[in-house]
């Protein structure tokens, strides 16, 4: 494949340079949040993990309606009143701290605002990138946009932190507004081929036909339902590991934020490398690759029960990093090439519906972690590890040996 076919178009890099902004911002007001809440609201536990609770239910409620709405109007107009509706709570934030009126029910209510942004932002994204790029291009491109997700996501906390910290939550919030409202400007610049005016019909419609191409797809189905368990398996090891990295593998929290960091590292350097791999592996392989390196991760974690040293738990965040990326990036361009365009809104929103499993990895780490140890968690996660990559490794879509061709619409009567 030439250099050229590969070089990505200049409208898709103000996409990705969009991207990168937009989840820079989020992820600085998901890490600014907790901080305020908890430095200058004074408030416990319990209440941050009510505020985190409005964080993240937006991904349940939204992400269907945000599908129905990307496949019915312009996805780049989505994306960007999304990012704008972010940006002007974000706004709204730093305008209340300014003045001493913030409030937690205040900043769960616009923090709940925000990350419906974000929801409506993830959901559409995906959806536009094919009509910016040729089907050669788009493994380069959805590695390029999940680079910028994963440079985000191990940056942003820590600069979150370190404005807080250094000038105040107010500049910090002010920041991550100004992200958003860069995106917007990225977003103006994009040219978005026409699509074909979607059919009206009832929503609830539109949402069965995207439940069931995915649910009837032959390489879709397995796909979300190995998404779907892996969720679940990797937020009931993040649930028990702090306190199980403390107490039997002696860790400060130095040494457990450094082992943690190692997940950045692993998303970075498979975001780096996935377009290589994507083109010297079949297809298929390249989607096996991540689930069960997700379960040798996990058996690894495991291990530390009877080898307690952080290397072996550094190595384990690590391939729980590289793994998933190339998972991400690969069957990003599955759904894409197997997807009629006038569906893709409604299929990313039920693929982002599979991040619903991660409340109840939490909550079966808090209820096994609870009545049996740390340990049975960890064993547990390795099961349900072992579970995903078996659903994966039956199923038709690891025989693939070359991308999909690209569908069209189907013929409508």
């Known amino acids: 494949m030439s250099s050229e076919t590969l070089r990505l178009p ?78 002007a709570a974000l706004a709204a934030i730093l305008l209340l701290l300014w003045l001493g009126l913030m409030t937690l029910p205040l900043l769960a209510l616009l923090g709940f605002v925000a990350v419906c942004g974000t929801v409506a932002y993830s959901v559409a994204a995906p959806a536009l990138v094919p009509s910016l790029v040729n089907a050669q291009q788009l493994p380069a491109a959805n590695a390029r946009i999940e680079l910028a997700r994963t440079v985000a996501f191990a940056s942003g906390p820590a600069l979150g932190g370190v404005l807080v910290g250094w000038v105040g939550a107010a500049p910090a919030f002010g920041f991550a507004a100004a992200l958003s409202a860069i995106a917007v400007v990225l977003l103006a610049g994009i040219y978005e081929p026409v699509r074909q005016p979607a059919p009206q019909r009832h929503p609830l419609q539109d949402i069965k036909e995207g439940a069931a191409f995915v649910f009837h797809h032959a390489l879709l189905r397995p796909v979300f339902i190995t998404q779907f368990i892996f969720n679940t398996a990797s937020f009931l090891l993040l649930a028990v590991f702090v306190p199980y990295a403390v107490r039997h593998l002696g860790l400060s929290a130095t040494g457990v934020g450094t082992v943690l960091a190692m997940y950045g590292v692993g998303m970075v350097v498979g975001a780096l490398f996935a377009t290589r791999v994507m083109q010297r592996l079949a297809f298929g392989t390249v989607i096996g690759l991540g689930p069960v390196t997700g379960f040798v991760a996990a058996a690894v974690m495991a291990l530390t ?27 990003t361009t599955l759904r894409q090439s197997v997807t009629p365009p006038s569906l893709l809104g409604r299929v990313s929103a039920i693929n982002i519906m599979s991040y619903g499993a991660r409340p109840l990895g939490s909550a079966l780490g808090a209820i096994v972690g609870g009545l049996y140890s740390a340990e049975a968690c960890l064993y547990l996660a390795a099961a349900i590890f072992a579970a995903q990559a078996l659903v994966i490794l039956i199923s038709p879509a690891v025989s693939l040996t070359r991308q999909p061709d690209m569908v069209g619409e189907p013929a409508r009567c």
């Open 10 to 87: 200049a409208t898709f890099n103000r996409l990705a340079w969009s991207n990168l902004a937009a989840q820079s911002a989020e992820q600085v007001a998901l890490a600014a949040a907790p901080i305020v809440a908890v430095l200058l609201l004074g408030v416990g536990e319990g209440q941050t993990g009510l505020l985190q609770t409005a964080l993240t239910l937006p991904f349940i409620l939204f992400a269907i309606p945000a599908g129905l709405l990307a496949d019915r109007v312009s996805r780049r107009w989505v994306m960007a009143g999304a990012e704008a509706l972010r940006a």
């Open 305 to 331: 029960t009877w080898i307690p040293t952080p290397l072996l738990a550094g190595l384990s965040f690590f391939l729980l990093g590289v793994g998933p990326i190339l998972w991400v990036i690969s069957t």
